[in-house]
């Protein structure tokens, strides 16, 4: 099935090119099929910045379809192994240009940050500036918040917002970046800061989907509480006796199996609570 689309996407591009198409071709679906198939690839060739020969594609395409390849079917997966292998080269070159570029944006615009007027540096390097105080409890690291948040790049463009979505965000204190599980233990319930957050403390060199690499990021987070932690269940009251069976190691010992009566199970587990515990002092 792939190298029936492979060859697909191939006589796609090869119509594509060969002919003028129009609109009316696109009508039938066998034509429709093709153009779309070559179209796709020569976007992703695009997109990968691949500069290839489109005359020794046609002429491998032809002389493949009419069994006189130049290339054995190991030469043509080698090839198409050493095309990927070019294709990533150039994408982690490309994406180490943007980390260089953004870690020293970033640098650049901390520094000058700094120096405003409310804005306190922590330790980590992190900086924020309080919008608003707050005057509930503070978060531990333990625990699960709800929050309020948007999240922008240096240059103001936004890249998530739970105001846009109408809903806060709950998660736990250290489910998060750096940046943010520390701010969170410095804030009190209400309040509402600006965080100014180094890629180190984000998503750092990988970046990730929607973020850059070595982006540094700012976020507004409006503290609005803390999520109570579930209390545990009641165990269920005992019903029956319980047969107490020994190890292998007890039962060579002499030890005995032991029916213990329902209306004696918590004494009997509050006995063996009460038991030194064993240490490896002689």
Known sequence: ???IINMLIMIGLATMIANAASKDDLKDQKKRFGYGLGANYARNLKQNNLDVDLDMFLQGMKDYLSGESLMSDQEIQSTTKEVGDVVRAQRNAEQEKVAQKNAAEGESFLEANKTKEGVKTLGSG???????????????????????????????KEFDSSYKRNKPATFNVT????????ALQLMKVGSKWQLFIPSDLAYGNGGNRSIPPNSTLLFEVELLGIEETPKPKKAAPITSDIIKVPSAEELKNGAKIEVIKKDKVDEYIKKNNDSPTPTSEK
């Open 1 to 3: 099935m792939k190298f």
């Open 175 to 182: 489910g998060v970046i750096k940046g943010w599980t520390e």
């Open 126 to 156: 992190m900086q924020y500036k309080v919008v608003h105080a707050g005057d509930g409890p503070i978060p531990t690291a333990s625990d699960k918040v709800r929050v309020h948040y948007k999240g922008t790049f240096i240059d103001g």
